[in-house]
């Protein structure tokens, strides 16, 4: 122990002079951040006689930007967040995005193409009352007030009890297509904008920086996703052709064999989301659902050939409008009595 002691002194001594070799002033492993402060300037270089000198210009220069509708950062911190990306369908070319509460959707789709496609979808909403295709705007009529999905209940009933508005009110629906060269050749961009006005309705619209009814909007947006997926309705169909303001919407009709089937005058997406919302609120309970087979699964169960079986809301495209029936599998209908009270339950909530 007495010679462990002298020898540890020993080589602490030694140690001391190799940090300094190593992490001091002048050693190898030393502190270089401040070495630009030794940096000095050489006088720029002499051409030679005979010769001259070009300026130099950047290789890669970057356009400077226009007077368009683009945004300036000020700074690192004010930078956009990226767009929320809402709902998007690749194979249709569809992407309804949101950014500081203003919803947008872009379709990849040629402007000859689209704005048919638009036009009869906003013929599907109400009368067009304006349609311009080189300012790309189409304005319907004014209706009587549609109702967003989330504004129903009971909270709703009793703001509409103690609302003072002076009169009716209507509304009004506004498309608009954008162009979008920048991001492609047939990018464009549909902006849907609504108002709702107490009667008697001004003969100047007066649209608003946001719609009146952001969830109405909402429910628009994607009832033309759906719309445009399918691509858009077929002009000449032989029902969709006529007029539909003199036809029934919702009737009640049976088949050849005396079952009951319901008979909407719609299109089919339509029709659907009618459906889905009827359902709803006619407490029929929905335990699935398949758009492409356009099925709705029912809570409810039927009895064939002593078996208990799911009962499905089908909805079929008929030359008559779309058919609605109730069945137990692909090739069975429901018993008939069982039908009928279904889609009794179902008519009275669609009214």
């Given at each position: 122990m007495q010679i462990l002691r002298p020898a540890l002194l020993f080589l602490a001594l030694i140690a001391l002079p190799g940090c300094s070799y190593?992490?001091?002033?002048?050693?190898?492993?030393?502190e270089r951040a401040m070495d630009y402060k030794k940096a000095q300037s050489h006088p720029p270089l002499a051409v030679p006689e005979g010769m001259e000198s070009r300026p130099l210009q950047q290789r890669?220069?970057?356009p400077a930007i226009g007077e368009g509708d683009f945004y300036r950062p000020q700074d690192s911190d004010s930078v956009p967040r990226p767009q929320s990306l809402r709902d998007v369908n690749e194979a249709a070319g569809l992407e309804l995005r949101e950014d500081a509460g203003r919803v947008w959707l872009v379709v990849e789709r040629p402007r000859g193409e689209l704005w048919p496609q638009l036009r009869e979808f906003a013929a599907t909403v109400a009368a067009v009352d304006q349609a311009d295709p080189g300012q790309g705007v189409i304005e319907t009529s004014w209706m009587a007030p549609r109702q967003a999905p989330d504004e129903k209940g009971f909270w709703y009933s009793v703001g509409?009890?103690?609302s003072f508005s002076q009169g009716e009110q209507r509304d009004r629906f506004r498309f608009t297509v954008e162009a979008v060269p920048q991001a492609g050749p047939d990018t464009n961009l549909v902006r849907i904008n609504h108002v709702r006005v107490a009667t008697p309705t001004p003969a100047q619209v007066d649209w608003p920086a946001q719609p009146d009814s952001p969830g109405l909007v909402a429910a628009v947006y994607d009832e033309l996703m759906l719309f445009l997926e399918d691509g858009g309705r077929k002009v000449g169909s032989s029902v969709l052709s006529q007029d539909l303001r003199v036809l029934p919407k919702y009737t009640m009709t049976r088949d050849g064999n005396g079952y009951p089937i319901l008979v909407i005058n719609q299109d089919f997406n339509r029709a659907w989301l009618a459906v889905g919302q009827a359902l709803a609120d006619a407490e029929l309970e929905v335990t699935d659902l398949d758009r492409s087979?356009?099925?709705?699964y029912l809570e409810q169960t039927a009895t064939v050939e002593d078996e208990e079986r799911q009962l499905q809301l089908r909805l079929v495209t008929s030359?008559?409008?779309?058919?609605?029936?109730?069945?137990?599998?692909?090739?069975?209908?429901?018993?008939?009595?069982?039908?009928?009270?279904?889609?009794?339950?179902?008519?009275?909530?669609?009214?």
């Amino acid at each position: 122990m007495q010679i462990l002691r002298p020898a540890l002194l020993f080589l602490a001594l030694i140690a001391l002079p190799g940090c300094s070799y190593l992490f001091g002033e002048e050693g190898q492993f030393r502190e270089r951040a401040m070495d630009y402060k030794k940096a000095q300037s050489h006088p720029p270089l002499a051409v030679p006689e005979g010769m001259e000198s070009r300026p130099l210009q950047q290789r890669y220069p970057i356009p400077a930007i226009g007077e368009g509708d683009f945004y300036r950062p000020q700074d690192s911190d004010s930078v956009p967040r990226p767009q929320s990306l809402r709902d998007v369908n690749e194979a249709a070319g569809l992407e309804l995005r949101e950014d500081a509460g203003r919803v947008w959707l872009v379709v990849e789709r040629p402007r000859g193409e689209l704005w048919p496609q638009l036009r009869e979808f906003a013929a599907t909403v109400a009368a067009v009352d304006q349609a311009d295709p080189g300012q790309g705007v189409i304005e319907t009529s004014w209706m009587a007030p549609r109702q967003a999905p989330d504004e129903k209940g009971f909270w709703y009933s009793v703001g509409q009890l103690f609302s003072f508005s002076q009169g009716e009110q209507r509304d009004r629906f506004r498309f608009t297509v954008e162009a979008v060269p920048q991001a492609g050749p047939d990018t464009n961009l549909v902006r849907i904008n609504h108002v709702r006005v107490a009667t008697p309705t001004p003969a100047q619209v007066d649209w608003p920086a946001q719609p009146d009814s952001p969830g109405l909007v909402a429910a628009v947006y994607d009832e033309l996703m759906l719309f445009l997926e399918d691509g858009g309705r077929k002009v000449g169909s032989s029902v969709l052709s006529q007029d539909l303001r003199v036809l029934p919407k919702y009737t009640m009709t049976r088949d050849g064999n005396g079952y009951p089937i319901l008979v909407i005058n719609q299109d089919f997406n339509r029709a659907w989301l009618a459906v889905g919302q009827a359902l709803a609120d006619a407490e029929l309970e929905v335990t699935d659902l398949d758009r492409s087979l356009g099925i709705y699964y029912l809570e409810q169960t039927a009895t064939v050939e002593d078996e208990e079986r799911q009962l499905q809301l089908r909805l079929v495209t008929s030359e008559s409008g779309i058919q609605v029936s109730v069945q137990v599998d692909d090739d069975t209908l429901a018993p008939q009595e069982q039908s009928a009270r279904v889609l009794n339950r179902l008519r009275a909530s669609l009214e």
